[in-house]
Nanobody, 122 residues
Framework: QVQLVESGGGLVQAGDSLRLSCADS????????MGWFRQAPGKEREFVGA????????WLADSVKGRFTISRDNAKNTLYLQMNNLKPEDTAVYYC???????????????WGQGTQVTVSS
């Protein structure tokens, strides 16, 4: 059974940085894409970014471009989301996901992490 385990969330101030991690339990990551999504209270889950695992190509939502970076460590089967210059509107539960069923920007992935809370105070 595939497990995605996230870590790295927390409470920070505006302008601070955080790095989220998502460890994939599979011995070898075979997925083509992994993604990050977030869901703020009262809002729908939204796309943050994605990476094509074997090539390292990345895509980011316009709202986080220039502040967030996606990367992966093949040896550790771990996905990262580096978040810089955080803003209060980045406050949300962040989820990693693997194996999209359709477009990688849609929240229709086969596997999901449990979510990690990121709270940014002003």
């Amino acid at each position: 059974q595939v497990q995605l385990v996230e870590s790295g969330g927390g409470l920070v101030q505006a302008g601070d940085s955080l790095r989220l991690s998502c460890a994939d339990s599979r011995r070898t990551v075979t997925t083509y894409y992994m993604g990050w999504f977030r869901q703020a209270p009262g809002k729908e889950r939204e796309f943050v970014g994605a990476i094509r695992w074997n090539r390292g190509s990345t895509w980011l939502a316009d709202s986080v471009k220039g502040r967030f970076t996606i990367s992966r460590d093949n040896a550790k089967n771990t996905l990262y989301l580096q978040m810089n210059n955080l803003k209060p509107e980045d406050t949300a539960v962040y989820y990693c996901a693997a194996d999209p069923k359709s477009d990688y920007r849609r929240d229709e992935y086969k596997y999901w992490g449990q979510g990690t809370q990121v709270t940014v105070s002003s």
